[in-house]
């Protein structure tokens, strides 16, 4: 007697890849999270977030670098960033005036680490020169460095670059475009 192989069934598919999604363990996991200042993509590390980028160039094209850059091990898994969705979303509401995120440093130098780290410190509502934030990564006549490391920002928001200025107080450069940079500063009060 033969046995006739079972139906496929699509819902049993779809539940088979939900179970593996939820049991995988990748090194890089991310999501999109839609904002006021446009789609975004967050993704992180098992040490944290690791990337925030503005969708301009397309989703697949940020996976790209980052399966090229960290690891291929890379997987969409909304659930993981659930807390880095929930931060972004409580900003943009003005019901967050600073981050409680784990960073993953792993796409920075050293010279570079410390400038976002120093980044990281401008609180809420202020900003901070390229100058004065050389000086406080350790080298004061390094603002145009300073300036390249910022440009690389990989963290956008959580590591707000966009609270730096020049030092004639102009707003200058954003990895998001000069628009979001004062639409952010406009939500956290800041003239411009």
Excluded at 99 to 107: K, N, P, Q, V
Aim: with cysteine; hydrophobic share 45%.
């Amino acid at each position: 007697m033969t046995l006739a192989p079972p139906a496929f069934d699509p819902a049993d598919a779809a539940a088979a890849a939900r179970r593996f999604t939820d049991a995988a363990e990748p090194d890089v996991a991310y999501a999109t999270v839609d904002s006021p200042v446009g789609l975004l993509v967050v993704a992180a590390t098992p040490r944290g977030l690791v990337r925030l980028a503005y969708e301009d160039g397309g989703v697949d094209a940020i996976v790209e670098s980052l399966a090229a850059r960290l690891s291929p091990r890379i997987l969409e898994a909304p659930a993981r960033l659930d807390a880095v969705r929930r931060e972004l979303d409580e900003y943009f509401a003005g019901r967050r005036r600073a981050f409680d995120l784990d960073i993953d440093w792993a796409l920075y130098s050293d010279f570079g680490r410390r400038v976002l780290q120093a980044t990281a410190r401008i609180p809420f509502g202020a900003t901070a020169t390229y100058g004065q934030v050389a000086a406080r990564a350790g080298n004061a006549k390094a603002s145009r460095a300073a300036g390249r490391a910022l440009g690389a920002n990989a963290i956008p928001i959580v590591v707000p670059c966009h609270r730096v200025i020049g030092t004639s107080g102009r707003l200058v450069g954003y990895t998001g475009g000069v628009e979001r940079k004062v639409a952010l500063l406009r939500l956290e009060g800041v003239e411009v």
